[in-house]
Structure formats: structure tokens, C-alpha cells
């Protein structure tokens, strides 16, 4: 289309617009209805901690570098807590064998029959 | 949302995996150990990277010492129960009382040398240096001052 072509069409629009009139009566307290509705819209929704969780796990997980990244740190986060946890309980299971050892030894601390 | 929800199981899963995985794997050494025979010895045979000739005269001595030392523990249970019956009708330290309580001494002491004879050897089987290592540890252990007191 050209420009000079939409340029008529505006005038033709704004001419019988001009020229409409509608005799249906607005229904009561059409107008503030309107601005009610409009203020609505503009309004912040509430963020609630559900509202962000849902938000984060439709909109934002779903994302390749984020999927990738969300992935990546709790396998990292479930690798570190399985090798301190082993760590751990291997050095707690070595202690004890150590002093069973000496236990085992020494008189004084051998387990009575 | 639900390919939101799908990502955020399966990341929950692979972390679990992982965890499990990795406990598995680096917990293995310690539950090898408390599943051996004689999972002391084992650990000797760990903490002080013993060969098998070293970890065999180590266990020879091992198993030489038991005996002695459970003969000890009869003398010194057999000497407890007749100091606690001296104690238990005497109002005063009686001779009888004195010399059992000297018994108890040289029993001590007995166990104690014998205790520290079998230390030295076991440390004379080992690698010099594991040698040092391991006599350092376990007069630490078996001589500090609460060392007769059985553990809680």
C-alpha cells in the first residue's frame, strides 16, 4: 500500500467516525466502570512467593542456559554433599577402628568375655 | 509449567543420584574394612600402607600377643575381685589389703611392658618411617593418661 492510498483511508476513517452517532443508552456508571478496569490492568499483580515459584519453573526454567545452569548446580550441590558425607563417616569408621586396636590390645580395655 | 515441573524433578533426581553415587563409591574403603575379618588389622594394613610380607608378620605377632594378653585379663579381673573383697570387709588398710594392692601395681606394670614390647616389635616390622609413625600413635594412645579407664 502507499502512502498517499493510507493517507485517504485515515481521512475516510476520521469522516465517518466524525458523522457516527449511537442513540443506545451507556449502562449506569459506565465511564468509572471503564477507569476501574483500566486501573486494574495497570496494577502490579502481587508477588507472592507461589506467584515467583510458578513464574520461575513456567517461564524461566524452561530455558536452555537456565535448564543447563539449574541442572549443572544441583548435581555440583548432590556430588559435594554425597563426598563430605563419606568423608565423614570414613573418618569416623577409621577413628573407631583405630581405638578398637589399642582396645583390643591392652588389657586394662579389652572387652570381657 | 509442566516442562518447568519436568526440569525441576529431574534436576531434584540427579542430584539425589549423585549424592548416592559419590557417597557409595568414596564411602567403599571404609565399609570394605568393617566388613573384613579382622577389621582392626585391616586398618592397620590401610593406615600404615603395609605390604602383604609386612601385613603377615604384623598379624603373626598379632595373633601371638592374644593369648598373653587374654591370660592378663584373668589375672587382672581374678585381682580385682579380691581387692574388692578385702575393701569390702576392712575399715582400714590391712596388710592383706596393702599387698594386694602392690599385686595390682606389678600387674600393671607387667601389662604395661608387655603392652610396649609388643608395640615395639610390631613397629620394627613396619617400613622405618611407618615404623616411627605408628609407635608415635599408639603410645599416644595406649599410655595417655586415662588409659586404663575403658571408654564410655
Known sequence: ?113 | MKKGLIILMLGLVAAAATYGCIYFVCSSSARNMQASERPELTWLRDEFKLTDAEFKRVSDLHAAYLPQCRERCVQIDQQSVQLQKLLAVSTNVTPEIERSLAETSRLRAECQAMMLRHFFQVSQAMPQDQGRRYLAWVKEKAFAPNFDMPEK
Open chain 1, 1 to 113: 500500500m502507499k502512502p498517499d492510498d493510507r493517507g485517504n483511508q485515515d481521512e475516510s476513517l476520521r469522516k465517518v467516525l466524525q458523522e457516527w452517532r449511537s442513540d443506545a443508552p451507556l449502562p449506569p456508571h459506565f465511564r468509572e466502570a471503564v477507569w476501574h478496569r483500566i486501573e486494574r490492568g495497570q496494577a502490579p499483580a502481587s508477588l507472592s512467593l507461589w506467584t515467583l515459584a510458578r513464574h520461575w519453573i513456567g517461564g524461566l526454567l524452561p530455558r536452555p542456559a537456565l535448564a543447563v545452569a539449574y541442572m549443572a548446580t544441583l548435581i555440583a550441590i548432590g556430588g559435594a554433599a554425597g563426598w563430605t558425607q563419606a568423608r565423614q563417616e570414613t573418618t569416623r569408621v577409621r577413628d573407631e577402628l583405630g581405638d578398637r586396636y589399642v582396645r583390643v590390645l591392652n588389657p586394662y580395655q579389652a572387652p570381657r568375655r
